[in-house]
Structure formats: structure tokens, C-alpha cells
């Protein structure tokens, strides 16, 4: 099991920067990827981004277009915390944040059914 814990959400003005992290603890080890989703009120769980982790061999980062060029994923493996810095944030990107991590290797994946463990998500909302 991986447990997942969310901080660094809050409210922000249009054009304003956040910094969410994730801290992970429990079998850690297993872990091949991490990654951010976002739910707004009244839609579908979004991919936002992802990195592959220690378990895995190769490391990359990939990202949805509509964050592409703003937010930038990063990871502290010796910390086993996920970061995800927000610039230039615009209204739409308000929603709860949530982390995930991936057990069996699927790569920095933009689908949520190839995430094992979730986190209870930290709120961001911005105001224009």
C-alpha cells in the first residue's frame, strides 16, 4: 500500500503561482509513476501531469496541453514527494488537485485507471 497526502492548495488571484506537493509513504519502492489529475465541479477527473519514479528506468514528464508551458512536475524520490508548480494560473484552473502513483510500469500515463493509489486531493481556486 502507498499513502498519499496532498498539501499547498488555496486561493490565488489570476496570473498567481501555487506549489502543490504530495507526500507519499508506505511501499513507496513499488512505485513506477506519479502523476496530477484535477476535478472541477461538475466534470470528469482530468489529467494534468505525470513523471515516471524511481522504479522505473527511464525518467520523463508529460503533460496536458492545456497546462502545457505553465506547470511543471517534479519529484524528490529521496523526500518521496511529488511537486507541482502552477504559474500564470487562470480561473478555469480551479479544482481539486489530486496525486496518484503506479505500481505496475504504464510510463507517465494520462489515463486514471492505470494509477493504483490516490490522494484526498487539495483545493485550488483561483479568482479573476
Known amino acids: 500500500q502507498v499513502q498519499l497526502v496532498e498539501s499547498g492548495g488555496g486561493l490565488v488571484q489570476a496570473g498567481g503561482s501555487l506549489r502543490l506537493s504530495c507526500a507519499a509513504s508506505?511501499?513507496?519502492?513499488?512505485?513506477?509513476?506519479m502523476a496530477w489529475f484535477r476535478q472541477a465541479p461538475g466534470k470528469e477527473r482530468e489529467f494534468v501531469a505525470a513523471t515516471t519514479w524511481s522504479r522505473a528506468t527511464i525518467y520523463y514528464t508529460y503533460y496536458a496541453d492545456s497546462i502545457k508551458g505553465r506547470f511543471t512536475i517534479s519529484r524528490d524520490s529521496a523526500k518521496s514527494t511529488l511537486y507541482l508548480q502552477m504559474n500564470a494560473l487562470k480561473p478555469e484552473d480551479t479544482a481539486v488537485y489530486y496525486c496518484?502513483?503506479?505500481?505496475?510500469?504504464?510510463?507517465?500515463?494520462?489515463?486514471?485507471?492505470?494509477?493504483?493509489?490516490w490522494g484526498q486531493g487539495t483545493q485550488v481556486t483561483v479568482s479573476s
Open positions: 508506505g511501499r513507496t519502492f513499488r512505485t513506477s509513476a
Open positions: 496518484a502513483a503506479q505500481e505496475n510500469y504504464h510510463g507517465a500515463a494520462s489515463q486514471r485507471d492505470l494509477y493504483d493509489y
